[in-house]
């Protein structure tokens, strides 16, 4: 059952349960061990795995819970369509968990954020874009002034990490690029319009931006995270990047002319599409109608649980 309380709440619970010194994770260094007679103190809370959080005007917005874990970044030096920057294939690690959006910010989100709307195509329940990264970074800031917590967008590792949600092939569903129009809204031959790329061969049924959540989820509860808008991530872009990048928690580069994007968009050839794709464009760019974003709430860091 999808939970639909109030992010704060959630937050504020599981906060309220642990008050107290922060312990290593290692060690416990900090905690109290000596025998004691006092009442014992309740477990911490689980975390929700899911949350939503409420806007202005009725309008809410959902947050699935990523779990901390390892998975292979990059693509693998057999597969033809790899592009240079993605290799080296290399082992990351995600050591907290965080709530990412199930969807893409859509048009009716940003409105009741931003007071404002600049997309081309329009409709409610479909993405918002031509949104540059500096617009997306402030809605993140203006959500968590109201929220009282951290927003913000994905690094490019925990994108690709919720994107492939435990796979290792090419898409999250596998490696069958003919099943992609059951996944995705890409460059087929449905797009009209302003389009750069046609595959003939492929029919998903739309000719621009979809509503949010027209194909199925990831296993881990992402809709979107292949095609229809391309979507920012918090990183500054670097060719090389993965030669020398950390293994855990990587932040991207230090600076650089370019914003890392990641998932492809409606107007995008199906290998763009592939989870270990990655893009850019400069920060300030504007009026690209195929670049969104989705949000990160990070998460308090859950307890170990006792079977």
Known sequence: ?????????????????????????????????????????????????????????GVRLSLVLIRPGSFLMGSPDDLLEREADEQPRHEVTITRPFYMGVT?????QYQAVMDKNPSLFMGADRPVERVIWDDA???????????????????????????RAGSNTRFSFGDKESELPRYANFGDRSVTGPALYRQEQYDDGHDKTAPVASFPANAWGLHDMHGNVFEWCQDWYRDVYYKTSPTVD?????????????????????????SAYRHRFTADGRFNHQIGFRIVIPAPVEPHVQQ
């Open 137 to 163: 970074v402030e809605f993140c800031r203006r959500l968590s002034e109201r929220q009282g917590h951290p927003v913000r967008l994905p690094t490019e590792a925990e994108w690709e990490y919720a994107c």
């Open 1 to 57: 059952m999808k939970c639909h309380a109030f992010i704060l709440a959630a937050m504020a619970m599981w906060a309220d349960s642990c008050a107290g010194p922060e312990r290593s994770p290692a060690s416990g260094a900090g905690a109290d061990l000596t025998p004691s007679t006092s009442v014992k103190q309740p477990s911490p809370a689980p975390l929700a795995p899911e949350v939503s959080v409420e806007l202005d005007k």
């Open 104 to 108: 893409e910010v859509t048009q009716a």
């Open 250 to 274: 990587p932040l991207g580069a230090d600076i650089g002319p370019y914003r890392v994007l990641r998932g492809g968009s409606w107007n995008s050839p199906s290998w763009q599409c592939r």
